[in-house]
């Protein structure tokens, strides 16, 4: 079946390292997305993509760097630069459109301490 | 550029209806819904792409007033299952491009009780 893998599910880090999150996805989307959930925040938009090697920033991506050197992965760096890296974190790709709406990774909960 | 909500929080009787609102400051090209359950991905419900559309999901149906800027979420004879987080997700364009992403609510927490 086709779908999006987020891994890990779970993260610990200790404050001041960097930490890589990992999106893979076999549906042929084109667009990727990454969100960051915190409790009564809704998802905020961190990056996107819409094709391979290009991406664009969302509302708050000051801390994270992405990269998209293939289709199927868009894999998310949350850098010791951002002051509060706790949150859930889901990623999302779309075919290339809004119309078709959105499917989204399990996610992957990161904890700094 | 993210959408309002209201209410933040709904808690039904199974078999009773809910209404949820999405308002937007922008122009919108779409409105979506989604449904959260506790530590899981949203799923989505539907999408409306234009004004005065109305789209339904069994007992699950939205509308979106383009003009308004506004969708609302029908939820009528509620069931057990449909406990969760509703997000709202609408969608903004740059200009010229036809590609969009989704900003999304803060999210209605809906509670259905036996």
């Known amino acids: 079946d086709g779908g999006i893998t987020q891994s890990p599910k779970y993260l610990f880090r200790k404050e001041g390292q960097n930490v890589t999150l990992s999106c893979e996805q076999n549906?042929?989307?084109?667009?990727m997305y990454w969100y960051r959930q915190d409790p009564g925040q809704g998802l905020r938009l961190i990056y996107y993509?819409?094709?391979?090697?290009?991406?664009q920033k969302g509302d708050i991506a000051e801390g994270y760097s992405v990269s998209r050197e293939k289709k199927e992965s868009f894999p998310l760096t949350v850098t010791s630069a951002q002051k509060n890296p706790t949150a859930f974190y889901l990623c999302?790709?779309?075919?290339?459109?809004?119309?078709?709406?959105?499917?989204f990774g399990s996610g992957t909960r990161l904890t700094v301490v | 550029q993210q959408p309002v909500q209201s209410p933040q929080a709904v808690i039904l009787r199974e078999g009773e209806d809910a209404v949820i609102n999405c308002s937007s400051s922008?122009?919108?090209?779409?409105v979506h819904w989604y449904r959260q359950k506790h530590g899981e991905a949203p799923v989505f419900l539907m999408i409306?792409?234009?004004?005065?559309e109305q789209k339904g999901h069994e007992k699950i149906s939205a509308s979106f007033n383009e003009k308004k800027q506004q969708s609302s979420l029908y939820l009528t004879a509620s069931q057990l299952s449909y406990s969760g987080t509703y997000f709202c997700?609408?969608?903004?364009?740059?200009?010229?491009?036809?590609?969009?992403?989704?900003?999304f609510g803060r999210g209605t927490q809906l509670t259905v009780w036996p």
């Open positions: 922008k122009a919108l090209y779409s």
């Open positions: 999302a790709s779309s075919i290339g459109t809004a119309m078709y709406g959105y499917t």
């Open positions: 997700g609408t969608e903004v364009r740059d200009r010229g491009s036809t590609l969009g992403r989704l900003y």
């Open positions: 549906l042929n989307h084109d667009a």
């Open positions: 409306l792409l234009k004004g005065g």
């Open positions: 993509s819409q094709i391979v090697n290009d991406f």
